[in-house]
C-alpha cells in the first residue's frame, strides 16, 4: 500500500517520507479499513518537528484522524462488516467510562491515517454519519471527539441559554462552536483575523473578538455578557491564556484545558477561578462511546463540520505547511 511516514528521530519535515508497505490483515477482532480521507491536527505537526511528549522512536505512519469503508473482516468482528463506512477512534482502545490507563493513540506510538489501509480493533471504530462525506468525516476522530467531550460529558453540560466561547478557529473550536450552537448555547469566538470571524460567524457564532485589535479579550468578553461572564471556555491557548480565561468565567463555569497554542510556561493565578467557583478541566480526547454519541447529534443536527481545503496524497507535505502557517479555518484534510 502506499502510505508516509515519520522517520525515526524526525524533527522536522524532511522526516516526512513517502513510501510503499504491505496491505496490513485483519486480526481475529481487527476490521480493514481502506482509508479515504484524513485530516491534520497540531499534534501532527509537534509529531514530525520533534516537539511531542512522545518521540518517534520509529517509522511511524502519521495521523490519528481519517475515514473509509470496510473492505475485510476478521473471523470474530461482530460490530462491522464489509462496505461500512467508518472512522478509527483517537484511542486504541478506550471503550467507555473512565480511562483505566493511558491507552495509546493512532499516529504515535500507533501507525495512523496517512496510508490507504489500516486494520484496528473493532471497539476502536465507529460507524460514521451518513450525511458526512469521508472527507468530513475524517475531522472527527480527534478534534470533533476533544469538543464533544469538552462540552458534552465533562464537568458540566452545556444547557440552552449558555454562554460558551471559543478560542481561535481551528478544528476543536469550530466543532465546538456547531456543537454548542446545536445544544442551544451562544458562542464567542476569538481570532487575529477579521477574515476568519466572518467566517466562523457563518458558521453560527453570534460574536467575535480580535485578539489583535482587542488585547484584552476578557473585557469585551464581559461587555458582550454584561458583565456576566461564559459559561464555558473552549481553551486552547494553555498557560498563555487561562489568566484571561479565568476573567472571562462566569460564576460556576468551567474552563476546558485542551491545547498550548500560547505557551506552556507563562505563570497563572487560579485565585480568580478559585473566587468564581469555576473549574479547570483537563480534556483528552474521549472515548469510543462518546464518539458514537457525538454521531448521534452530528446526524440529528445535520452539522457539517468546516472543511477548509482538501490536499492531493501526493502533496501531504503542502498540508503540513499550511498547517504549520495557520491560514485555514476548519480542518485541514489529505485525500488518499
Not at 80 to 85: A, E, L, N, P
Amino acid at each position: 500500500m502506499k502510505a508516509y511516514h515519520v522517520k525515526s528521530g524526525a524533527a522536522g519535515l524532511d522526516g516526512l517520507v513517502r513510501t510503499e508497505r504491505p496491505d496490513p490483515l485483519p486480526g481475529p477482532r481487527e476490521v480493514l479499513i481502506r482509508l479515504r480521507a484524513a485530516s491534520l491536527n497540531y499534534r501532527d505537526h509537534m509529531i514530525v518537528t520533534g516537539h511531542y511528549f512522545t518521540p518517534v522512536t520509529r517509522d511511524t505512519i502519521p495521523l490519528s484522524d481519517g475515514a473509509g469503508e470496510v473492505v475485510a473482516t476478521g473471523a470474530q468482528v461482530t460490530r462491522f462488516r464489509t462496505g461500512d463506512r467508518v472512522a478509527g477512534a483517537f484511542f486504541q482502545v478506550w471503550l467507555d467510562g473512565p480511562p483505566s490507563r493511558r491507552h495509546p493513540a493512532l499516529g504515535v506510538p500507533l501507525d495512523g491515517t496517512l496510508a490507504e489501509y489500516i486494520a484496528l480493533h473493532e471497539d476502536g471504530v465507529v460507524a460514521i454519519p451518513s450525511s458526512l462525506s469521508f472527507a468530513e468525516a475524517a475531522t472527527l476522530p480527534c478534534a470533533g471527539v476533544t469538543a464533544w467531550n469538552a462540552l458534552m460529558e465533562a464537568g458540566r453540560p452545556v444547557k440552552p441559554g449558555d454562554m460558551v466561547l471559543c478560542l481561535g478557529t481551528g478544528g476543536v473550536s469550530m466543532l465546538a462552536l456547531q456543537l454548542a450552537k446545536a445544544g442551544g448555547a451562544t458562542v464567542i469566538v476569538t481570532s487575529s483575523s477579521d477574515g476568519k470571524i466572518e467566517r466562523a460567524l457563518k458558521l453560527g457564532a453570534s460574536f467575535g473578538i480580535n485578539y489583535k485589535t482587542h488585547p484584552d479579550w476578557e473585557k469585551e468578553v464581559a461587555r458582550l455578557t454584561a458583565g456576566r461572564g461564559v459559561d464555558h471556555i473552549i481553551e486552547i491557548g494553555g498557560a498563555g491564556t487561562l489568566d484571561r480565561s479565568y476573567q472571562a468565567i462566569a460564576f460556576g463555569g468551567k474552563v476546558a484545558l485542551i491545547g498550548f497554542l500560547a505557551g506552556m510556561t507563562n505563570p497563572n493565578n487560579p485565585a480568580t477561578l478559585m473566587m468564581k467557583g469555576g473549574s479547570l478541566q483537563g480534556i483528552g480526547v474521549g472515548s469510543t462511546a462518546m464518539f458514537e454519541a457525538m454521531n448521534r447529534a452530528i446526524e440529528t443536527n445535520r452539522i457539517k463540520p468546516p472543511v477548509d481545503r482538501v490536499f492531493p496524497f501526493e502533496q501531504a507535505a503542502d498540508a503540513f505547511r499550511a498547517l504549520e502557517s495557520g491560514d485555514f479555518v476548519g480542518k485541514l484534510v489529505i485525500a488518499i
